[in-house]
């Protein structure tokens, strides 16, 4: 099976905003994830008008939360954006869409960095997939004066947003 990233985006704005147009012909696979003040509700939806599984939502305990979706066989455009928002919302979204022959999702895990960057070396917990040639992606989420994240050994940054303070909290994907 061939996975590859077709393309991504990225948005962050005090309350909720919609990313830049992006071309996702073709995924089989979108993936939004979000970084967002603890206690907020947060809504969520494309312009293509897709059905989205959210993940279970994870929290550094004291300031703020990530959250991950996903959408398989979606309807995709050739100019397709997202929005997020929510009321007293320090949030960002990044985005990715993939190509695939076949997708399926099997598990999850989820953490927190802190500091000015965060490097994402791998996670605390054990992943195994069930099938070989599977694709792991992990969501991060850093404070709002994180300016970067890193990846380390196998892992590649697929779409990254920095924080901003008293803007929102940085997140991004890896895989």
Not at 48 to 77: E, K
Not at 143 to 164: K, L, M, N, R, T
Request: with cysteine.
């Amino acid at each position: 099976m061939t996975i590859s990233l077709l393309a991504s985006a990225k948005a962050a704005a005090l309350n909720g905003t919609t990313t830049a147009a992006i071309d996702t012909t073709g995924a089989k696979l979108l993936l939004a994830s979000f970084a967002y003040n603890n206690g907020v509700s947060l809504t969520f939806s494309d312009s293509a008008g897709n059905t989205w599984t959210a993940l279970t939502a994870t929290s550094n305990g004291s300031t703020r939360s990530t959250r991950q979706y996903y959408c398989i066989n979606p309807t995709t455009s050739a100019s397709h954006t997202f929005t997020f928002g929510g009321t007293n919302i320090t949030g960002s979204i990044t985005v990715t869409a993939w190509g695939a022959t076949s997708i399926a999702f099997d598990k999850e895990v989820g953490g927190h960095g802190s500091g000015s960057s965060v490097t994402v070396a791998g996670n605390t917990a054990s992943v195994t997939p069930a099938n070989n040639n599977s694709l792991l992606v992990t969501t991060y989420g850093f404070g709002a004066f994180a300016s970067s994240a890193a990846a380390s050994g196998a892992w590649v940054i697929a779409q990254d947003q920095a924080g901003a303070g008293g803007t929102n909290f940085g997140n991004g994907q890896i895989y």
